[in-house]
C-alpha cells in the first residue's frame, strides 16, 4: 500500500506488461490504450501520473507537453517508467516537465532487497516534499 497524500495515481502502460511496477497498490488506475489518457485524467484527476517510456516513447513528448501547457493538469506530476536511462532523452523529457524518472535496473535492485514498496514510496514522497518547498517558497 502507499502511504502517501498521492490518493490517485494512473499508469499509462501496455497491456501486458513485464513491469512489477504497481502490482500490489490499491490506488493505482492502469489504462493501456492511449485514447483514453485524457478522458481518464480528466475523469480520475490524478496527483501523479506514470508513463512507460518503451509503450509511448513516440508519443510521450507530445503527451508530456500537453499536460504542461494546459492549466487544468498543472498540479499533476509526472513520473516516467524506463529500461535503461539515456542521457540526451531524459534531459528532453526533464527540461519539457517530467519530475522523476524510475529506470528497470533501479527496480530490479530494489526486488533483491524486498525494498520496492520503499523505493514507489520514496518517488511519491519527493513529489509531495517537492510541493511542500514550492509552497514555502
Given amino acids: 500500500m502507499i502511504r502517501t497524500r498521492n490518493k490517485k495515481v494512473l499508469y499509462v502502460a501496455p497491456e501486458v ?4 511496477l504497481v502490482t500490489d497498490y490499491v490506488n493505482i ?15 480520475l484527476s490524478p496527483n501523479l501520473i506514470i508513463f512507460d517510456y518503451d509503450y509511448l516513447n513516440k508519443d510521450i513528448e507530445r503527451i508530456v507537453r500537453r499536460l504542461r501547457t494546459n492549466t487544468f493538469y498543472s498540479k499533476i506530476r509526472i513520473c ?29 535492485e530494489a526486488q533483491k532487497s524486498n525494498n ?22
Fill in 29 to 43: 488506475t492502469r489504462i493501456h490504450a492511449l485514447d483514453r489518457i485524457f478522458p481518464t485524467i480528466y475523469e
Fill in 17 to 20: 506488461s513485464s513491469s512489477q
Fill in 80 to 108: 516516467c517508467y524506463k529500461s535503461e536511462p539515456d542521457l540526451k532523452i531524459d534531459g528532453l523529457l526533464k527540461a519539457i516537465g517530467v519530475d522523476y524518472f524510475v529506470y528497470e535496473e533501479e527496480l530490479r
Fill in 116 to 137: 520496492l514498496s520503499s523505493l514507489f514510496n520514496e518517488i511519491i514522497d519527493r513529489s509531495v516534499v517537492s510541493m511542500l518547498i514550492g509552497a514555502i517558497n
